[in-house]
């Protein structure tokens, strides 16, 4: 089992950036691809991101390439998603998730706000 916990949403203006985190725990955090997904209120859940074991590959979604960074420390059990130039469509719940399988993830964290103001 793995536990996922996400940090680091808040309120920032357009054009602004924000570093989110997702802390994991349970079963070994670096043998697990992870990822990004978001949900705007309304809207289906998006995927953004995700990030192989050792973060040597990533793959991002066209809505957030070039502006949004993965990376993981596998030493501190930590994914983190840099956002920059924040728009406000970028404002939804943040969701971390980790062990694909197929189109799904085996675990999701709680998620954290993302709002962008205009």
């Known amino acids: 089992q793995v536990q996922l916990v996400e940090s680091g949403g808040g309120l920032v203006q357009t054009g602004g950036s924000l570093r989110l985190s997702c802390a994991a725990s349970?079963?070994?955090?670096?043998?697990?691809?992870m990822g990004w997904f978001r949900q705007a209120p309304g809207k289906e859940r998006e995927f953004l991101v995700s990030i192989n074991w050792s973060g040597s590959s990533t793959y991002y979604a066209d809505s957030v390439k070039g502006r949004f960074t993965i990376s993981r420390d596998n030493a501190k059990n930590t994914m983190y998603l840099q956002m920059n130039s924040l728009q406000p469509e970028d404002t939804a719940v943040y969701y971390c998730?980790?062990?694909?399988?197929?189109?799904?993830?085996?675990?999701w964290g709680q998620g954290t706000q993302v709002t962008v103001s205009s």
């Open positions: 998730v980790s062990d694909p399988y197929g189109s799904k993830w085996n675990y």
């Open positions: 349970g079963r070994t955090f670096n043998r697990y691809t």
